[in-house]
């Protein structure tokens, strides 16, 4: 998975001559859009680095937010995403293990880059991973010392990804579970053997591990595009639950939801949720933050603090997988 810098910019330069073609560099497939289909509003700037780097750097392409895609090297991008990601205050075996995830992730992504105008990530937090730069995490309040550990953490896992008979693998994570992750058949649809559902003890005590949200009848209704009349306990049906503890479908009003639709549908934390109704509305409390498959960040967190390492979250959360180096994936 190694990228010559040189190749990688040649890639752009030939898209630019040669538009609306697919160029694989390794295992890396790069998408490099129609230039002459694109309109005006949509005009691509490209940033690439002013001096070559060493030939065992690897870049990856990034949607901003600024709409412009610009080429960083694989090792700084994280070091944006972890400051985005996870509190500095985690444990550095969490730390870690979040960079080989994101790492991983972030690989996984570049075989699908005509999702995002030919980049394989962008740093919209509800899309791909949470971007934070260095300036401006400093700008924020931030400290250097933060940042340093940051640093230090991705430099020790440096090529480090996770596999799964031989390919990578995708990594998602999520903030926390409430108790127990997810099954992703349960949540997108297809089963993989290494997104199981897991227990992930210890989350209490973070912020996001349980909300409760109260919708007035007027507002609940409105949510979900319906008209309903009558008491609100008399919308709330029977539900059947996954593996992992979320909804999997709920009767309400009549009508069935999906966990994953509901939880869209009423701005929910997660699919983990319990209703309950009185004369006036509908409360909701969810466990959780997040789709909840895969690796739970403030989960990764409570097993540092009881003294696991980041390989053993890891083989925790991704049962079956193991710790490659990049040149060893197909």
């Keep these: 998975m190694e990228r010559n810098w040189k190749q990688l910019v040649a890639v752009f330069l030939l898209g630019f001559m040669m538009p609306g073609?697919?160029?694989?560099?390794?295992?890396?497939?790069?998408h490099v859009p129609n230039t002459a289909q694109t309109q005006p509003s949509e005009t691509i700037n490209i940033?690439?680095?002013?001096?070559?780097?060493?030939?065992?750097?690897?870049?990856i392409p990034v949607l901003t937010d600024s709409g412009t895609v610009q080429v960083m090297e694989l090792e700084s991008y994280l070091l944006g995403v972890l400051l985005g990601e996870v509190p500095a205050s985690f444990e550095m075996e969490a730390l870690k293990a979040q960079a080989v995830v994101a790492r991983t992730y972030t690989l996984y992504c570049t075989d699908a880059m005509d999702?995002?105008?030919g980049a394989a990530v962008c740093t919209d937090s509800t899309c791909c991973q949470s971007y934070y730069s260095e300036q401006d995490y400093i700008t924020a309040g931030g400290l250097q010392e933060e940042v340093e550990k940051i640093r230090a953490a991705i430099a020790e896992t440096k090529n480090q990804i996770l596999t799964f008979e031989g390919s990578l693998i995708m990594a998602t994570y999520f903030s926390c579970s409430g108790g127990r992750t997810e099954d992703a058949?349960?949540?997108?649809?297809?089963?993989?053997?290494y997104l199981q559902s897991v227990e992930s003890p210890g989350e209490e005590q973070a912020k996001v591990f349980t909300k409760t949200v109260y919708y007035t009848s007027e507002e609940f209704a409105s949510l979900l595009g319906r008209t309903l009349v009558g008491d609100p306990h008399?919308?709330?049906?029977?539900?059947t639950y996954t593996n992992g503890g979320g909804v999997a479908l709920m009767a309400v009003a009549g009508r069935s939801y999906t966990g994953t639709e509901l939880r869209k549908?009423?701005?929910?934390?997660?699919?983990?949720?319990?209703?309950?109704?009185?004369?006036?509305?509908i409360w909701?409390?969810?466990?959780?933050?997040?789709?909840r498959v895969g690796m739970s960040q403030y989960g990764a967190d409570a097993m540092a603090v009881s003294g696991s390492s980041y390989t053993q979250i890891l083989a925790h959360y991704y049962p079956g997988t193991?710790?490659?180096k990049m040149g060893a994936i197909r």
């Design 21 to 30: 073609i697919a160029i694989r560099i390794g295992s890396m497939l790069v």
């Design 47 to 59: 940033t690439v680095p002013s001096q070559p780097a060493h030939s065992e750097e690897v870049f």
């Design 115 to 117: 999702r995002h105008m």
């Design 185 to 193: 058949v349960a949540v997108w649809g297809t089963d993989m053997p």
């Design 234 to 239: 008399s919308w709330i049906g029977p539900a």
């Design 265 to 281: 549908l009423l701005s929910l934390n997660s699919t983990a949720f319990t209703m309950t109704a009185d004369n006036g509305g």
């Design 284 to 291: 909701i409390t969810t466990t959780g933050k997040g789709h």
């Design 322 to 324: 193991r710790i490659d």
